[in-house]
């Protein structure tokens, strides 16, 4: 594709995770009212789509420990999804006892990660998944997939495009065509974002693809940038650029959901998020959490703000 004849999206989605992989990170435990407050500003920014909590032993991520009380007390609001990651049938049990109708299951696509870790290969961990999709099925709660280390593991480095097909195509037998790529290593570059991200939405056209980037290297914006080009329109992102994840050493925070929102914004491109909301919510978890996290917007303000200034600035002279 040539510069002259590129063409960008007109709107793409937007879904916050910070509320679970922004947090499961974070020494400090946040209380459930500290949660649902930020959960009422997400929602108050517009995005549609929210990962509110997962639903793993509370000896593992004691961070998400509450989840099941976050979900019990929440405004839930017509029109917007609510999420949660489950590991096993029994968090999908828990899930469903709170009344919960969107959860996520999530594999490692590195076979030495897998191994390692639980001694299982990437396929035979997801025959687990098959009792999650019949009770699933059963009681009317729509799965989603997550392929995680998608670009890149500490183990293995880059992972094989075939590899990625053998875990997509596992995914699709079980009925799942809601998928997401995984940085959580923070090892996807542009390039790799742009090749193997057209690849696989031509390869496989029945897939809702979702980009979830971290921005370990400082190449997160690019790696959007370039999933635009290669097609992709769902986007994940964490309020202030919170997170990482606990099992992988060095792995720092998501991109934060404000710089993809104002970046997207400068291009054109509709997300249906009013961003100076949620510039509120990234500045209220900063607060929260105690430390200033990866968001470059919040330091910088908006380009907007900048144009202002000078016109207000070249009014006064």
Not at 223 to 234: C, K, P, R, S
């Amino acid at each position: 594709m040539t510069r002259a004849n590129m063409i960008w999206p007109n709107k793409v989605k937007i879904c916050e995770v910070g509320l679970r992989d922004g947090l499961q990170n974070e020494k400090k435990i946040l209380t459930v009212e500290e949660k649902l407050t930020l959960l009422d500003t997400v929602v108050e920014s517009g995005i549609k789509v929210i990962e509110i909590g997962s639903f793993v032993h509370p000896k593992a991520v004691p961070q998400m420990a509450d989840t099941e009380e976050v979900a019990r007390r929440m405004k839930r609001v017509a029109g917007v999804e609510y999420r949660v990651l489950v590991p096993n049938l029994k968090g999908l049990e828990r899930a469903h006892g709170v009344g919960l109708t969107k959860v996520k299951l999530t594999v490692s696509v590195s076979e030495s990660h897998c191994i390692n870790n639980f001694n299982q290969t990437p396929l035979e961990m997801m025959k687990g998944f098959i009792p999650c999709v019949e009770y699933a099925a059963r009681h009317s709660i729509e799965v989603s997939g997550a392929l995680s280390s998608a670009w890149g593991c500490a183990f293995e480095g880059k992972i094989p495009t075939q590899q990625l097909e053998k875990i997509v195509k596992a995914y699709l037998e079980l009925g799942i065509t809601e998928l997401s790529l995984s940085d959580a290593t923070g090892m996807a570059n542009p390039r790799q974002i742009y090749e193997v991200g057209s690849h696989m939405i031509q390869t496989f056209p029945q897939v809702r693809w979702v980009l979830h980037l971290h921005n370990t290297r400082g190449m997160a914006m690019g790696n959007i940038v370039a999933g635009l080009q290669a097609g992709f329109t769902t986007f994940d992102g964490a309020f202030a650029g919170l997170g990482g994840c606990p099992y992988i050493p060095g792995a720092s925070g998501n991109i934060a959901t404000e710089d993809v929102v104002h970046m997207i914004h400068e291009m054109g491109i509709y997300t249906g998020v009013d961003l100076l909301k949620a510039m509120e919510t990234a500045r209220m978890a900063e607060k929260i959490v105690g430390h200033q996290a990866q968001s470059v917007v919040l330091r910088g303000g908006r380009c907007e703000d900048l144009t202002k200034e000078k016109a207000r600035y070249q009014k006064n002279e």
